[in-house]
């Protein structure tokens, strides 16, 4: 049965998410900034600045009118950066039906509060406080709008909203998982932003698949610390949103973070990066939120520390990674486990 849906952000992301629902049969209405983009969308049936090449399906109608976009709206999908989701969701919070599923796919933290995307959308949208969604997973858009296989995790409190959610989503090419840990969710897609670009850094300065094998799962152990420290299950990080996210985000030159990082290696400066990258680097304010939360809650993020120290103090990226080598002889149980917050 058609449905009416909405996604919020035409990125590649957003986009790709639209034509996921087209395909399934919902109508949609995607929701632009850009007027440009939005025309060409609803003309061309394109969206070469975030998908080069790529026809989409001709259940998308695109506008730049907020209002319009969410009218009658049975699920809203919020693809934003993440510094943007507040803005947007204080323009939208008016206009989203109070029985639509509210769903997000940002992966970040909001920069100034630290507050994960879902804790911003429920202050903002108070009707679905307890009922909003996040979607996150290994997922490259490239691939997903070509129907590669692709597996994904849908995670909310209230266990109806995680399955309705699903239902909208799910088919052959896409499969959608739920879960009930949206904190570790959340935690695991955005955390794994930052050793995405250190995996970028240590491949451009040629330390090879040993490095960055150690970098992967030393990183995971930093999201599984922090995350059980905000009150994440440990378990969440075994799964797609955490080393299937981690793995493909890392491994991957459609990942904009580990490119981001592979500059870096090349002794771009970070503001060289992001102006040649064009499009937004989440794993740049993530570091940042990161580094914070890790004094917040005492955890210890030696790779997250090193990788600030190298976005924001100028740090050289071989000393680096010379001292995260240098680091103190310890047992890894003990690193990974009783240093943990774990009962």
């Known amino acids: 049965m058609k449905k009416r849906t909405t996604v919020l952000g035409a990125g590649s992301w957003g986009t790709v998410l ?24 609803n003309q061309n049936r394109t969206n070469q600045r975030y998908l080069q090449d790529t026809k989409l399906p001709d259940g998308i109608q695109a506008t730049t009118d907020i209002t319009k976009a969410l009218d009658g709206a ?28 509210l769903v997000h796919a940002s992966k970040g933290f909001e920069r100034s509060t630290l ?137 991957s030159r459609h990942s904009r973070n580990w490119r981001a990082g592979n500059l870096l290696s090349q002794g771009h400066t970070l503001q060289q990066v992001l102006d040649q990258m064009g499009m937004v680097v989440e794993g740049v304010k993530t570091t940042q939120a990161a580094y914070d939360l890790s004094n917040r809650y005492g955890v210890e993020m030696p790779i997250t520390n090193q990788l600030y120290a190298v976005l924001f103090q100028d740090k050289d990226p071989r000393q680096a990674v010379e001292d995260l080598m240098a680091r103190g002889e310890t047992d890894e149980w003990n690193d990974m486990v009783q240093k943990s917050p774990l009962p």
């Open 115 to 251: 507050k994960r995307i879902s804790e911003v959308l429920e202050e903002e949208c108070h009707h679905h406080r307890g009922r909003v969604a996040v979607l996150s997973g290994p997922s490259h858009a490239e691939e997903v709008i070509r129907r590669s296989p692709t597996t994904v995790v849908v995670a909310s409190k209230d266990e109806r909203t995680a399955k309705a959610v699903q239902s909208f989503l799910n088919n052959q090419s896409f499969r959608v998982y739920t879960h009930s840990d949206v904190i570790g969710v959340e935690v695991g897609g955005s955390l794994k932003n930052i050793i995405a670009l250190g995996a970028g850094l240590s491949d451009g300065l040629g330390f090879g698949d040993n490095a960055k094998a150690a970098l992967i799962t030393r990183g995971l152990a930093e999201m599984a610390r922090l995350g059980m420290a905000m009150g994440a299950e440990p378990i969440t990080f075994a799964g797609l949103s955490g080393v299937g996210d981690l793995v493909v985000t890392c491994t």
């Open 18 to 41: 639209a034509a996921v629902l087209a395909e399934n049969g919902h109508a949609v209405t995607l929701w632009a900034r850009s007027h440009r983009i939005a025309e060409e969308i």
């Open 74 to 101: 049975q699920l809203v999908l919020m693809v934003v950066p993440s510094q943007a989701v507040r803005e947007t969701a204080e323009k939208a919070a008016p206009h989203i039906p109070a029985d639509a599923l």
